[in-house]
Structure formats: C-alpha cells, structure tokens
Nanobody, 120 residues
Framework: QVQLVESGGGLVHPGGSLRLSCAASGTFFYIRTLAWYRHAPGKERELVAT???????VYADSVKGRFTISRDNAKNTAYLQMNGLKTEDTAVYYC??????????????WGQGTQVTVSS
C-alpha cells in the first residue's frame, strides 16, 4: 500500500508564497509521475503541475512563471513552490502519483489534500 501525505498549506496574503510537500510512503519500486491538482469550490478539478521521472515538467497556463514543481527521488517527496499567489489560487491542493509497484503493475494514488487560502 502506498500513502501520500501533503503538508504546507495555509492562509497567505496575495503576493505571498507557500511551499507544499507530498511525501510518499509504503512499498513500491519507483514513482513515475508526480502531479499537483487543485479543486476550488464551484470549479472543476484542475491539473496544476506535473513532473515525470525523466525530469519533464508541465504547468497549467494559470500558474506558469509563478509555481515550480520539484521532486526529491531519494526522499520520495514532491514539492510545489508557489510564489506570487493570487486569490484565485485558493483551493484544496492534492498530490497525485503514478507508482510502479514491485509486482510490475502501476497504480495511481492520491493524497488527502491541503487547503491553500489566499486572502487579504
């Protein structure tokens, strides 16, 4: 079983910064793709950023230039550095991982979510 635990959310003023972390634990071979999603009230879930095991990163247009996804493979941890936060970034942020298990199969896992609120 693989667990993803997010941390780092909170309340910040517009223009401020936060860094989210997503730590993976359990028994697995390696993490293929790590991604951050967000879900704001009244809106559809949005893919924010993706990081592949090969080092490719992709960002939603709404966060390009402000957010940075990174990963520490030795610690099985992903990060989302969020700078220049705007009120429209307010949402619950979820970590998502495609994990290659020791059996050879690949499963997708989700974290429990962490609330980010941007407000003056």
């Amino acid at each position: 079983q693989v667990q993803l635990v997010e941390s780092g959310g909170g309340l910040v003023h517009p223009g401020g910064s936060l860094r989210l972390s997503c730590a993976a634990s359990g028994t697995f071979f390696y993490i293929r793709t790590l991604a951050w999603y967000r879900h704001a009230p009244g809106k559809e879930r949005e893919l924010v950023a993706t990081s592949t095991s090969g080092g490719t990163t992709v960002y939603a247009d709404s966060v390009k230039g402000r957010f940075t996804i990174s990963r520490d493979n030795a610690k099985n941890t992903a990060y989302l550095q969020m700078n220049g936060l705007k009120t429209e970034d307010t949402a619950v942020y979820y970590c998502n991982a495609d994990v290659r298990l020791s059996s050879g199969s690949t499963n997708t896992y989700w974290g429990q979510g962490t609330q980010v609120t941007v407000s003056s």
